[in-house]
């Protein structure tokens, strides 16, 4: 079977939505009946170079990394004829001969459900194409049960939507590093954007009378006034390191030392921080999602979205224990158990499409 995954995502995204894919990529390749995988790139790339490339290069017009997908990257499609196109990052696939294969995969729908946390490109985007590629897609994939909900939700009469969960990696060592970084921090991975809402997290932080530093992994976003504003006056401004993108061996570093881990979104559609916090034991504080109760399940603390107050009354309580760590191995490998079964009823559907 001859399989292309439209990689955009892969080569110009330094976020949660690539590392998804490239667990996807890793995926596609124990497909027993897989005979070529190309993947199409804006530009060659040598973190992918173990792969077959082909460009389609994204020149200086206004929004033609996006119109290259209606016209450009269907006509190299076509032309490779390949049996199935996945399309990683919910824009497409488009125009594609009526043989091949079409799949799309869906991390979330806040640009529809959640608008006013997105860019009005995001937001006009999601409503002009969403629909109708929900409507030609021969597979839907989804990051978990609870984005496959919303999908449903959104367009009930989908042909097939099936989740295709990240694994839980398991890193070489986990043993914390005292010698470098012996004073605790609190530690939050994501773009700083407004479903992040870290201005909930900084309000929470002011009123933690510990003496605990707070760490944010994660680039500048968009609509961020508010927490600028909040960085800029915050009393404890000097125990706050945002680090702006960094390594994966520096993130990982962070989070084998953190003593706290935080994620106060207000919507998500799965919360891959989570799933790469588990194999550190490390004591957990989320928003109460329904994509975050899928991971941890009763062994998180949670709190109601927005609400500074709880917060920090969750902080203190686990911070009045430290140190400590969680075991969560029941969670890993119940998790992993579940996503095996899954990327067994993926190469089932291609089986049926051979």
Request: aromatic share 8%.
């Amino acid at each position: 079977m001859k399989i292309i995954l439209l990689s955009d995502s892969l080569v110009l995204q330094s976020a949660g939505v690539k590392q998804y894919n490239l667990q996807l990529l890793k995926t596609l390749t124990t497909y027993r009946n897989l005979t070529d995988l190309t993947l199409i790139v804006p530009r060659h790339s040598a973190e992918l170079a173990a792969y077959n490339q082909v460009e389609v290069p994204i020149n200086a017009l206004p929004l033609h990394q996006k119109w290259r997908h209606f016209t450009r990257i269907p006509r190299k499609i076509n032309k490779l004829n390949p049996d199935i196109v996945i399309e990683p990052a919910h824009f497409g696939p488009f125009r594609l001969n009526k043989q091949i294969k079409r799949c799309t995969v869906i991390h979330d729908l806040t640009p529809i459900s959640h608008p006013q946390f997105h860019p009005l490109s995001s937001r006009v985007g999601h409503r002009l194409t969403l629909q109708p590629v929900l409507g030609r897609s021969d597979l839907i994939i989804t990051n978990s049960e609870s984005t496959q909900i919303t999908v449903r939700r959104f367009q009930p009469q989908v042909k097939k939507i099936q989740v295709l969960s990240p694994p839980i990696e398991k890193r070489s060592t986990l043993e914390r590093n005292q010698a470098r970084d012996s004073k605790a921090y609190l530690l939050a991975i994501g773009t700083q954007e407004p479903r992040k809402d870290y201005v909930t997290l900084l309000q929470a932080y002011a009123e933690l009378h510990f003496d605990i530093d707070l760490v944010i992994i994660g680039g500048p976003g968009w609509r961020n006034t508010q927490f600028d504003l909040e960085f800029a006056n915050h009393p404890k401004k000097s125990s706050i390191r945002m680090t702006g993108y960094i390594s994966d061996a520096e993130k990982y570093e962070l989070m084998k030392n953190a003593s706290i881990f935080v994620a106060t979104s207000k919507a998500e559609g799965l919360g891959l921080p989570l799933l790469e916090i588990l194999p550190y034991q490390t004591p957990v504080i989320c928003s109460d999602l329904p994509s975050f109760r899928e991971i941890g399940g009763e062994r998180f603390e949670y709190f109601p979205a927005g609400y500074a107050s709880v917060l920090t009354e969750k902080l203190i309580q686990v911070c009045s224990k430290l140190p400590f760590k969680c075991d969560f191995n029941d969670r890993i490998k119940s998790w992993n158990m579940k996503r095996k079964a899954e990327v067994d009823s993926l190469f089932t559907t291609f089986d049926a499409w051979l």
